[in-house]
T-cell receptor
Framework: SQQGEEDPQALSIQEGENATMNCSYK?????LQWYRQNSGRGLVHLIL?????REKHSGRLRVTLDTSKKSSSLLITASRAADTASYFC?????????????FGRGTQLTVWP | GAVVSQHPSRVICKSGTSVKIECRSL??????MFWYRQFPKQSLMLMAT?????????EQGVEKDKFLINHASLTLSTLTVTSAHPEDSSFYIC?????????????FGPGTRLLVL
């Protein structure tokens, strides 16, 4: 399967702490994307990192990509209760239908006030 | 960011009826739309890829006669679940992208929750 795998499956932290989620994948990619999903809602695009990039920042989000290890991490700094959601990584793989995304199983993040 | 809408947001129907779900890109033209289904606490599984003006490409194991997809314009794709059964109950999400440009971002709709009784 080309599906990514997130780790951990669930993460529970206090407000103010940092949250780190990891994603591993199996094939060569064009880019890797992180999405957020609140319970019962659609997905919100957070950040996209291309295969030739190693790190990207957006506000309190920091994403790293290690193509040699086929892994990525999403760091949320100074977490807030409103960050509680499921976070998915998705890869756009080389040689696949343009735009087709392979999703991981997600990490359920709970931030306690 | 760009906006994608889905309608209806939730639907309850009797077994054997057909349900149509609309996916619209509101402020951009979507050459390609993707349809996913998601079971509780699970990931998104791609059902089919829909290109404007052509037949949809279905993923392995997805019945094309059961899940009819039409992408007649650059802003609208529809998914019709024909003769729905309880096992079709799920959360259906579409996404849209304009593959003509350099933007790689894909925009997701808010999802449609289908419950078949």
């Amino acid at each position: 399967s080309q599906q990514g795998e997130e780790d951990p499956q669930a993460l529970s932290i206090q407000e103010g702490e940092n949250a780190t989620m990891n994603c591993s994948y199996k094939t060569s990619i064009n880019n890797l994307q992180w999405y957020r999903q609140n319970s019962g809602r659609g997905l919100v695009h957070l950040i996209l990192i291309r295969s030739n990039e190693r790190e990207k920042h957006s506000g309190r989000l920091r994403v790293t990509l290690d193509t040699s290890k086929k892994s990525s991490s999403l760091l949320i700094t100074a977490s807030r209760a409103a960050d509680t959601a499921s976070y998915f990584c998705a890869t756009e793989t080389r040689g696949s239908t343009l735009g087709r995304l392979y999703f991981g199983r997600g990490t359920q993040l709970t931030v306690w006030p | 960011g760009a906006v994608v809408s889905q309608h209806p947001s939730r639907v309850i129907c009797k077994s054997g009826t057909s349900v149509k779900i609309e996916c619209r890109s509101l402020d951009f033209q979507a050459t390609t739309m993707f349809w996913y289904r998601q079971f509780p606490k699970q990931s998104l599984m791609l059902m089919a890829t829909s290109n404007e003006g052509s037949k949809a490409t279905y993923e392995q194991g997805v019945e094309k006669d059961k899940f009819l997809i039409n992408h007649a314009s650059l802003t609208l794709s529809t998914l019709t679940v024909t003769s729905a059964h309880p096992e079709d109950s799920s959360f259906y999400i579409c996404s849209a992208r304009d593959l003509r440009g350099a933007r790689e971002t894909q925009y997701f709709g808010p999802g449609t929750r289908l419950l078949v009784l």
